[in-house]
């Protein structure tokens, strides 16, 4: 089998191409164009790049050298290049470390080469984020990740921190302060007496309603922004910034999707107050991990949670369980479940008694049931891929 490399391409490329067309079958696994001259020229062409950094890791970790190679071309190309493939890297090990002597290392070889490296990373990367332990158990990061700046710029972060402030609260507050940002309650005060507004909702119907705000204004007449609502970027709720839109109309109808945080019509009146609460209520429970939910729901007396065997729409299907039918939605604001390095959509939500449960019980898994209720007693894993494992094969094929 013979290979088409054209000269223009990146070393990284050529050699991807080369690998791909390895056949271990045959007494010569390289493609018959391609000499083992080729191959020594564009490894070591790669090894410039690479070469150096390989070499700090190996001296400086506890990474061996074909550990150190594999994880580093598999995973930190340069801008303008491709990765190696897992053949390709075999290539590179093979001309690079073993002067062209034998056959090239196989997938299987580097793969296990690439695992063993990537485990001593995660247990790295993890002893490092707990290197420091903060004092309080509220005070830990629910998911934390590791951040790389110049010194310079770690000193100035360390001069704009305010006391009992972690770096992670310190870069969120300067972000947030950098957004021209408009108040809730300026908003719908500017509204009120510039627009004499009656009406201010944010539509929830869309997918993911949180990630942008759709603000709905009733207002008499047309008419100009006010404007504190023009020359703001992002709408502050509870302290965070979101991005916005504005859509006014003179009557709008009031939809369940509808979040009001203001009104003061013929059909319904809300203090904005009361709708501020209502709106951050939303937005703080729009995402919930697993603990997190199965926490609320114990806080407002359920009794269990299932999920659905199979998907609600393109997300999961959830039976909050309670003893009695409860009063509220307990979750009528949640969208989205994140599950160990993915999110699951939810699609819907069915509060059901213990009773109404027992019909669905066929077609739905049991996720957690607290120590003194009807069901037999069952926590959720401590590990996140292990509650990961709870959720129904088809219902995990639909997250992101």
Not at 137 to 162: C, F, G, K, S
Not at 203 to 226: C, F, I, Q, S
Request: with cysteine.
């Amino acid at each position: 089998m013979s290979v088409d490399i054209e000269p223009e391409w990146q070393p990284a490329t050529k050699l991807n191409v080369i690998g791909g067309a390895l056949d271990f079958t045959a007494l010569d696994p390289l493609p018959e164009n391609v000499t083992r001259d080729q191959i020594e020229e564009i490894c070591y062409t790669i090894r410039e790049l690479y070469g150096d950094y390989v070499d700090e890791i190996v001296a400086e970790t506890t990474l061996s050298q074909r550990e150190a190679q594999t994880w580093v071309l598999r995973t930190l190309a340069h801008d303008g290049t491709e990765p190696l493939s897992y053949e390709a890297i075999g290539l590179y090990i093979w001309a690079i470390g073993r002067a062209t002597d034998g056959d090239p290392l196989s997938r299987t070889i580097v793969t296990d080469y690439y695992d063993r490296a990537e485990t001593k990373i995660e247990r790295a990367e993890a002893t490092v984020k707990r290197t420091g332990p903060p004092p309080y158990p509220d005070d830990v990061y629910d998911d934390p990740a590791m951040l790389w700046v110049d010194t310079p710029v770690a000193e100035r972060l360390q001069r704009h921190r305010r006391p009992n402030e972690t770096f992670s609260d310190c870069l969120s507050r300067l972000l947030d302060e950098a957004v021209s940002a408009v108040p809730l309650a300026a908003f719908v005060e500017a509204y009120r007496t510039e627009r004499d507004a009656d009406y201010v909702a944010v539509d929830t119907v869309y997918p993911d309603w949180d990630a942008e705000l759709r603000v709905v204004v009733g207002v008499p007449a047309n008419g100009t922004k006010p404007d504190a609502v023009t020359d703001a970027a992002a709408l502050r709720v509870d302290g965070q910034s979101y991005d916005f839109t504005v859509s006014e109309a003179s009557d709008p109808v009031h939809a369940d999707s509808h979040l009001v945080v203001y009104a003061e019509t013929d059909d319904i009146s809300v203090a904005i107050a009361d709708g501020t609460d209502r709106l951050e209520t939303a937005l703080a429970g729009v995402e919930r991990s697993l603990p997190d939910l199965v926490s609320h729901l114990r806080s407002v007396g359920a009794t269990g949670l299932a999920i659905g065997t199979e998907p609600a729409g393109a997300g999961a299907h959830l039976f909050p369980v309670f003893e009695t039918e409860p009063n509220d939605e307990p979750l009528a604001a949640l969208e989205r479940l994140p599950l160990d390095e993915r999110t699951l959509d939810v699609g819907r939500v069915s509060p059901v008694t213990v009773a109404a449960y027992r019909e669905h019980s066929e077609t739905t898994k049991l996720l957690w049931a607290r120590n003194d209720g009807p069901f037999e007693p069952k926590a959720l894993p401590d590990d996140g891929a292990d509650r990961r494992e709870l959720i129904p094969d088809n219902v995990l094929r639909t997250s992101t």
